[in-house]
């Protein structure tokens, strides 16, 4: 069965300091993945996405996401996080069809 | 472009209560909706899905109910509500033609059942 796991339900990071959240998938085919982010009271707002047509996937913000099929893994990242990176974010897998799953998130804490 | 109204964004029900929230998206035609539950520190659950009018699955067994009167109108609604019908309920479209079924989402609506 499909699932979506992210690896730490809490990140903390220093402004300026690199930011990895990590995602793992488990799926019979390479699915199409995601990643969302959500500030407080609000939405899911899609960051970037993975849909075969390159490994490397540059999203909104300044994120990057890398499909690595050897490992199952899609880890978000962005070389210097700022105060406003402060949200919570989402993996997301689709093998195609109606049903997304997503992950249980993973909050990111940015330190001044 | 395509934009996704979500009302009302805050409800406080007593249980057994009834409840109907509404789901509309604007500047697209015969998308695909969606209504999740978000509960506190958890993940997203989907609840249901709808390819077109009057064409809805359940995803989850529960006292909640889900229509869809028109193209671009979703409503998610209830008889009676339970305490743990609580969380932050988003619905969401995808273009029926796009094989990732990439979801956009809506504002949500925080619904607190007391």
């Known amino acids: 069965a499909q699932s979506v796991t992210q690896l730490g339900s809490h990140v903390s990071v220093s402004e300026g300091a690199l930011v990895l959240l990590r995602c793992n998938y488990s799926?019979?085919?390479?699915?199409?993945l995601f990643w969302y982010v959500q500030y407080p009271n609000q939405g899911l707002q899609l960051l970037l996405k993975y849909t075969s047509a390159a490994t490397l996937v540059k999203g909104i913000n300044g994120f990057e996401a890398e499909f690595k099929k050897s490992e199952t893994s899609f880890h978000l990242t962005k070389p210097s996080a700022h105060m406003s990176d402060a949200a919570e974010y989402f993996c997301?897998?689709?093998?195609?069809?109606?049903?997304?799953?997503f992950g249980a998130g993973t909050r990111l804490f940015v330190k001044a | 472009s395509q934009t996704i109204h979500q009302w009302p964004a805050t409800l406080v029900q007593p249980v057994g209560s009834p409840l109907s929230l509404e789901c509309t998206v604007e500047g697209t035609s015969n998308p695909n909706l969606y209504w999740y539950r978000q509960a506190a520190g958890r993940g997203l659950q989907l609840l249901f899905y709808?390819?077109?009018?009057?064409?809805i699955s359940s995803e989850v067994p529960q006292n909640l109910s889900a229509s869809r009167p028109q193209d671009r109108q979703f409503i998610l609604s209830s008889k009676k509500l339970l305490l743990s019908d609580s969380g932050f309920y988003l619905c969401a479209w995808s273009v029926q033609a796009d094989s990732t079924d990439t979801q956009y989402f809506g504002p949500g609506t925080r619904l607190t059942v007391l």
């Open positions: 709808s390819v077109g009018i009057g064409q």
């Open positions: 997301a897998a689709n093998t195609g069809g109606f049903k997304t799953i």
């Open positions: 799926s019979s085919v390479p699915p199409y």
